[in-house]
C-alpha cells in the first residue's frame, strides 16, 4: 500500500510510532479470536461502525463534502433488513440488496438538491434528513414498532449458510471490512477517486478542469449511502434486534469520533478509529452513562489538538535529516 | 376533520412556541453576525435555562424572578465558558467551518449527557409565573403565561433593538457583522466581540428556556430539538436577520400547530424538518434574503 509514506521511512523510531496503533488494532482482534466471548461482541461492533466511516471518509475525507445525516442511509437499509426477515422471512441476502436499494433512491432524492447547499446550509440539511428517518422509526409503529424495536431478526447468512458463533460472525466482519476497504483504495486510485479529491481541493479549479461538479458530488454521496446501508443492515443482522436509538444522533458523534481519531482522509484510518474507539467504552466500565461524554469530549479535544488523528502521529516527532 | 373552532385557540399556542423559537433563532443570528460560526449547541442553551431554573427554584427555595435571574446569568456565563473552551482554540487556529459545527454539537452533547447525569432522565416542569385562571375571550382562553412569553420576547427585541442602535457594545458587534477586518482595523476587540455574542446569545436561550418550561416540560434532551426550530427560525427570516429570525419562528410555531391538529402530535419535528429542506432546497436565503 502507497498510503503511509512514513511506514517506508528509515527511521525506526518513525515506523514504530506509525506502525503502534496498527499493532494495538491487530492485537485486539487476534485477542478477541483467541478470547471468545464479550470481547468478541465488541470487536463486531467496531467492524461493523468500521464500515460506515469508510464509507463516511469516502464523501468526507475524499471530497471534502460534510453530511451529519448518513446514519439516514443505515437506519432506512436497516430497518428494511429487519422487517422482511422477520416479518416476511425473506433471505437476508435478498432483505439487504432491497433495504440498499432503498437507500439509494432516497439518497437519489435528496441527494440532488442538497449537494447544491454549502457550509451550514449543507450541514443542517444533512443533519435534517438524519432526524427526519429517526423520527419516523419511533412514530411509524405499525412496521417500526417504534421505541420498543423488532426482535427475531434472522442472523447473518450468505446464500443459505448462516453464522451462527459470535467467532464466525466477527471472522464474516472483518473479511467485509477488509473488501470494504480495498474497495474503497481502489476508488481512490481511480480516475473518480481523483475527480473527487480534485473538488475537495478546489470545486472551481475542478470545474475549469472539466470535471462535472454536481455529478461527482452526488456519485460520492451514493458510494458513501451505500456504505451506510450496508453497516445498517449488518447490525441488524449481527445483534438481530433494532430500535431507532441505534441509528440515532449517537451514530454520527460516533462515526465521526472514530474518523477522526484514525485520521481524517487517509485510508486505514476508518479502521483504526474505529477499533480505537470502540475499546475506550471497555476501559471504563461502569461508567455507561459517561459514554457519550466522554466521545463528545474526546472529538473537541481531537478537534483542537490533533485534527489528523492517529495516523499523523509519527508528526509529532522532530523530524531528523531532511528539512 | 378537527373541529374549526380551535382554530383561534391553536394559532395562539402557535405563535407562544413561535416567540421561543424566535428568540433562539434570534441567538444563532446574533453569533453569527459577529463571528460568521453557526453555533450548534444553541439548544442547550434553552435546556440549561430550564433545568437550572427547577433547580435553583426547588433545592435552594429562591423565588421565581431571583431563580429566573440566577439562571440568566449562570447560563451566559456558561456561553462564555463553552466560547473559551471550544470554540476560541478552534477559532485561533483557522478551523473551517465545519469543524466548528462538528466541534459545537459535540459541546451539545457534551451538555446534554452532564445534564442526564446531574439530574436524571425525569422530565421537570415550572410552576406557571403568574397563577391566576385563564382569560376568557369568547371561543379562546389566553392563559397568563402565553402574555409572559409574547410580552418578554417583544420587550427583549426592542431591547436588543435598542442595544445595537445605542451602546458602544452593539454598534461594535453590528460593524463586526459587517466587515470584521475593517471593525478591527477601527479599535474594536473582534474576539472579545465574540466572547460577549456567546454571552448574549445564551442569555437569550435561557430567556427562552425559562419562559416555555411551565407550559410544557423540560428534560436533558429537549435541546437538539429546540436548537433546529430556531436554526429554522433563522433560516426562514433570512440568516443573520434577527427580526426575520423572530417572524420566521413565529411562523414556524404556527406551521407546527397546525401540523399538529391534522398528523397528531407525534409528527411535529418531522413537521418542522420538513420545512427546513422545503427552504433549504427552494429559497435558501429565506423570505427575507440572508443579510449583507
Known amino acids: ?323 | 376533520m378537527p373541529d374549526l373552532s380551535y382554530l383561534p385557540q391553536i394559532a395562539l399556542s402557535g405563535i407562544a412556541v413561535g416567540c421561543i423559537y424566535g428568540l433562539i433563532g434570534i441567538g444563532f443570528c446574533v453569533i453569527y453576525n459577529a463571528s460568521g460560526i453557526v453555533n450548534f449547541a444553541q439548544g442547550a442553551f434553552v435546556m440549561m435555562g430550564g433545568m437550572i431554573a427547577y433547580s435553583v427554584l426547588n433545592t435552594l427555595g429562591l423565588p421565581l424572578p431571583i431563580a429566573a435571574a440566577v439562571t440568566i446569568v449562570a447560563v451566559a456565563a456558561a456561553g462564555v465558558a463553552i466560547e473559551r473552551v471550544v470554540v476560541r482554540p478552534l477559532w485561533d487556529r483557522k478551523a473551517t467551518m465545519f469543524v466548528m459545527i462538528l466541534a459545537t454539537l459535540a459541546a451539545q452533547i457534551v451538555i446534554e449527557r452532564l445534564a442526564l447525569i446531574v439530574a436524571g432522565d425525569q422530565p421537570k416542569t415550572l410552576p406557571q409565573f403568574t397563577d391566576l385562571p385563564p382569560i376568557r375571550l369568547g371561543v379562546v382562553v389566553i392563559s397568563y403565561q402565553f402574555l409572559w412569553i409574547v410580552g418578554v420576547s417583544l420587550l427583549l427585541i426592542v431591547l436588543l433593538g435598542q442595544f445595537f442602535k445605542r451602546t458602544k457594545a452593539g454598534k461594535a458587534m453590528r460593524a463586526c457583522a459587517f466587515n470584521r477586518e475593517a471593525a478591527s482595523l477601527q479599535g474594536i476587540n473582534v474576539s472579545r466581540m465574540l466572547a460577549l455574542s456567546f454571552a448574549l446569545s445564551a442569555a437569550l436561550g435561557a430567556v427562552a428556556g425559562v419562559l416555555i418550561t411551565p407550559t410544557q416540560y423540560t428534560a436533558f434532551n429537549v435541546g437538539v430539538p429546540f436548537a433546529i426550530s430556531g436554526f429554522i427560525a433563522a433560516i426562514v427570516g433570512g440568516f443573520g436577520r434577527p427580526l426575520g429570525a423572530f417572524m420566521g419562528g413565529i411562523m414556524l410555531g404556527l406551521t407546527q400547530s397546525m401540523a399538529i391538529v391534522a398528523f397528531g402530535a407525534g409528527l411535529k419535528n418531522v413537521a418542522a424538518l420538513s420545512v427546513l429542506l422545503i427552504f433549504l432546497f427552494i429559497r435558501p436565503g429565506g423570505i427575507l434574503g440572508e443579510a449583507k
Open chain 1, 1 to 323: 500500500m502507497t498510503n503511509l509514506p512514513a511506514i517506508t521511512s528509515r527511521d525506526p523510531l518513525r515506523r514504530g510510532f506509525v506502525a503502534l496503533p496498527w499493532a494495538v488494532a491487530c492485537g485486539m482482534l487476534t485477542y478477541a479470536f483467541i478470547a471468545g466471548g464479550y470481547f468478541v461482541t465488541v470487536m463486531s461492533f467496531a467492524m461493523i461502525y468500521a464500515v460506515f466511516v469508510i464509507g463516511l471518509n469516502i464523501f468526507m475525507g475524499t471530497a471534502g463534502q460534510v453530511s451529519f445525516g448518513h446514519n439516514a442511509f443505515a437506519a432506512l437499509s436497516g430497518y428494511t433488513s429487519a422487517v422482511l426477515t422477520a416479518t416476511y422471512y425473506w433471505e437476508p441476502i435478498a432483505a439487504f440488496a432491497a433495504g440498499l436499494a432503498l437507500a439509494l433512491l432516497v439518497a437519489l432524492v435528496v441527494g440532488w438538491p442538497t449537494l447544491r447547499l454549502k457550509g451550514h446550509y449543507l450541514a443542517m440539511a444533512t443533519l435534517a434528513i438524519g432526524l427526519i428517518v429517526y423520527e419516523i422509526a419511533t412514530q411509524w409503529q405499525s412496521v417500526t414498532q417504534g421505541y420498543m424495536g423488532i426482535s427475531g431478526i434472522s442472523p447473518l447468512a450468505f446464500w443459505g449458510y448462516e453464522i451462527v458463533s459470535e467467532r464466525g460472525k466477527l471472522f464474516a466482519l472483518v473479511l467485509i471490512v477488509l473488501l470494504a476497504s480495498l474497495a474503497a483504495a481502489r476508488l481512490r486510485a481511480s480516475r473518480f477517486g481523483r475527480a473527487l479529491a480534485a473538488i475537495a481541493g478546489s470545486e472551481d479549479a475542478a470545474r475549469a478542469l472539466g470535471i462535472d461538479v454536481a455529478h461527482y458530488k452526488l456519485a460520492a454521496f451514493l458510494v458513501s449511502a451505500a456504505y451506510a446501508a450496508l453497516a445498517g443492515s449488518l447490525f441488524v443482522h449481527v445483534v438481530e434486534f433494532v430500535s431507532p436509538e441505534v441509528f440515532g444522533l449517537h451514530m454520527v458523534v460516533l462515526a465521526f469520533t472514530m474518523l477522526y481519531v484514525g485520521g481524517i482522509g487517509t485510508l486505514g484510518g476508518p479502521i483504526l478509529g474505529a477499533v480505537i474507539v470502540s475499546l475506550l467504552p471497555e476501559m471504563f466500565r461502569g461508567f455507561k452513562d459517561y459514554q457519550d461524554l466522554f466521545y463528545g469530549a474526546g472529538l473537541i479535544i481531537l478537534l483542537i489538538y490533533a485534527p489528523k488523528g492517529l495516523a499523523a502521529l509519527s508528526d509529532l516527532l522532530p523530524r531528523k535529516g531532511r528539512a
